[in-house]
């Protein structure tokens, strides 16, 4: 009876990190799609030098968020990394 607790906790455990995984991938997709629509501004070709620096910079930052995202979402209660 022990094992089938133990079994039971543990998928319990996995099943909440999966939904943990799932909302940070949501996130990261609505940052994605983000950097797509600023592209899509860029690609357009009516910003000034400025205004590209600008864009440019949000969407390194946008990156370097979901870059961190990824990573930590990653990691479970024990350190281990799922890939």
């Known amino acids: 009876m022990d094992e089938r607790k133990e079994l039971r906790q543990e998928l319990e455990q996995e ?29 357009q070709g009516n910003l000034t030098v400025g205004e590209l620096e600008l864009l440019n910079y949000r969407l390194n930052n ?15 209660e024990n350190g281990k990394i799922f890939e």
């Open 15 to 43: 099943l909440k990190w999966v939904q943990y995984r799932q909302k940070m991938l949501d996130i990261m997709d609505e940052k994605l799609l983000q950097m797509r629509q600023m592209t899509e501004q860029a690609k």
């Open 62 to 76: 946008l990156s370097t968020q979901v870059k961190a995202i990824d990573g930590e979402s990653r990691r479970t």
